[in-house]
Structure formats: structure tokens, C-alpha cells
């Protein structure tokens, strides 16, 4: 059985993640999705930059302009892109369709890992992992999608697609980079990098000040979004790149892909929602496909 110090981050990240969509739906609607994931950003920020100043102090990672140019690219184009077209899948292809696309994650980051990395998986757990996809692929799967044309679904698919290889080329990227002394701050600097990102392409198309107004004149239920901030970006943050740190890429995203499974539990447990026979089935068949893929029955 294979299962260290990564593993338990790389699940422990999907468990943060869910907890806080959990805890986002908790809290309403009262931001738009645009001003949420900035607020969460900001939130992660005001909670990494201390811990990187207590843990580290001044000794900053010792990088070269190589590694310092992945990233600030990997924080760029992996949270403030990628971020900023799935929320335009979101919109344009609806919540259903977009998660389908999102089980395309451990696939990129599995494929990007072969052939950058050298990594390999044997047959075992490639079972494992074709299990943990149908099992997610049955727990997201709708049975009724709105009508789209032709054009607007191959735009929402495209958004979609990117943005999903995006994260994981970025975390691919960043994986040799996670090798470093200073993790703390580079996981600061690269959240760092994706905020002030996402902040230039809200100047860029005039939408920051909706932001500030946003913020400062609606009733929002901040203790629970500040908590939801620290759990789902903070924690889950840490964890998934600990994860990319401490275990091959292709193990940790085949456990991050869980974390859809944890919010269908939690949203039935803590939101009363309904959990039928073909979720729970998906359920099963995800967790059946995380044991296999880890050995547990290799011996």
C-alpha cells in the first residue's frame, strides 16, 4: 500500500475544498462569483503571507530566474486565467456540464507528468484511476441539461477545457520548483502572483471598482465566508501543493479529484440535499477506485 505524507495532503486538500463549497453555499449568494473568488484569494493571502514570515522569516526561496519565472507564470496563468474562464464556462455551460469537464484534471495532470516528468503508473493503478473517474463522472452526471447551440457550447467547452489544463499545467510546472527550501513562501508567492493577476484583468475590463462597491455595500455573512476563505483557500492551498511536494503529480490529482465525492456527502449531511442511488453508487465506485489505485489490496 502506497500512502505517506502526500497522499494524506493530497486528500486532505479535496476534504478542504468541499468543506468550503459547503460552507460558500452556507453563506448565500450575496457576491457575485467574480467577487467571491477575489475575496478568497484576499482571504488565503492575509493568512499565507504571516505563515510564510513565521515559518521562513526573510530566507526566501532559493530559486533561479527559471524557476522564479514558473512561478509567477504558475500563479498567473493558473489561478487568475484559469479561474477567470471557469467561471465563463460557469456561466455559459451551467454548473452540470462544467463539473464533467473538471473531471478532465487528473487526466492533464497524469498525462503532463508522463511526458514532463517521467512518471509512471502501473497497471493497478490504472484501474484505480479509470474507477475514480466513472465514479465521479456518475456522481456529477446530470440527467437533464438546458439547450445550448452549437456555438455557445463549443465556447463554454473551450473555456472549460483550458481552464482545467491550465491548473494542471501549472501544478506540473511547479513541481520541481516545490523541491525548494521556502515552501510557505512559495505558496504565498504564487497565490501572490494569481491575485494581482486576477486584480489586473478586473482593471483591465473596468470591473474592479464593481468590486469595492460590491463588498463595501452588501450584506454578506462575512465570518462564515472568512472562515470558508481560510478552509478552501488557506488550508486546501497548502495541502494540495504539499501534496504535489510529497507524492508523485499523478497520485496527488487522482486523490484531488475526490473532492467532489466529499462535497455530494457533506452537502447531504450538513444541506439536507438528496443523495440518490446513482450518486451514492458513484460514490462507491470512487472510493473503491482511490483504495486500488493506492495498493491496498496489492499487499
Not at 136 to 157: C, F, M, N, P
Not at 184 to 206: E, K, P, Y
Not at 240 to 248: E, I, P, R, V
Request: glycine residues 10%; aromatic residues 14%.
Amino acid at each position: 500500500m502506497v500512502f505517506g505524507w502526500g497522499e494524506l495532503f493530497a486528500l486532505s486538500s479535496a476534504i478542504c475544498w468541499a468543506t468550503a463549497v459547503i460552507l460558500y453555499k452556507a453563506a448565500g449568494e450575496s457576491l457575485t462569483a467574480h467577487s467571491l473568488n477575489l475575496a478568497k484569494n484576499l482571504v488565503g493571502i492575509l493568512f499565507l503571507v504571516p505563515t510564510a514570515f513565521f515559518v521562513h522569516g526573510f530566507d526566501w526561496p532559493s530559486l533561479s530566474g527559471w524557476h522564479w519565472a514558473i512561478l509567477i507564470a504558475s500563479g498567473y496563468f493558473g489561478i487568475a486565467v484559469a479561474d477567470t474562464w471557469y467561471l465563463q464556462a460557469l456561466r455559459t455551460l451551467g454548473a452540470g456540464r462544467t463539473a464533467i469537464i473538471a473531471s478532465l484534471y487528473s487526466p492533464f495532470v497524469v498525462l503532463l507528468a508522463i511526458i514532463f516528468l517521467g512518471e509512471r503508473l502501473v497497471g493497478w493503478q490504472w484501474l484505480g484511476f479509470v474507477l475514480v473517474l466513472l465514479g465521479i463522472l456518475t456522481v456529477v452526471y446530470q440527467r437533464h441539461y438546458s439547450e445550448l447551440d452549437r456555438a455557445t457550447l463549443t465556447k463554454g467547452l473551450t473555456f472549460a477545457s483550458a481552464s482545467v489544463f491550465l491548473t494542471a499545467a501549472g501544478v506540473v510546472a511547479m513541481k520541481p520548483i516545490l523541491a525548494a527550501d521556502g515552501f510557505f513562501w512559495i505558496v504565498a508567492l504564487r497565490l501572490l502572483a494569481g491575485t494581482a493577476g486576477m486584480v489586473l484583468l478586473l482593471m483591465v475590463r473596468g470591473r474592479l471598482s464593481h468590486f469595492v462597491s460590491e463588498v463595501q455595500d452588501g450584506e454578506h455573512r462575512w465570518p462564515t465566508i472568512m472562515t470558508a476563505g481560510f478552509i478552501g483557500t488557506y488550508l486546501a492551498l497548502i495541502f494540495w501543493l504539499a501534496g504535489f511536494k510529497y507524492a508523485d503529480a499523478s497520485v496527488a490529482s487522482v486523490l484531488n479529484e475526490t473532492a467532489n465525492v466529499f462535497i455530494v456527502i457533506m452537502a447531504f449531511v450538513f444541506l439536507g440535499e438528496a443523495l440518490s442511488r446513482r450518486r451514492m453508487a458513484g460514490i462507491a465506485l470512487t472510493f473503491s477506485g482511490v483504495l486500488i489505485f493506492l495498493g491496498v489490496f496489492t499487499g
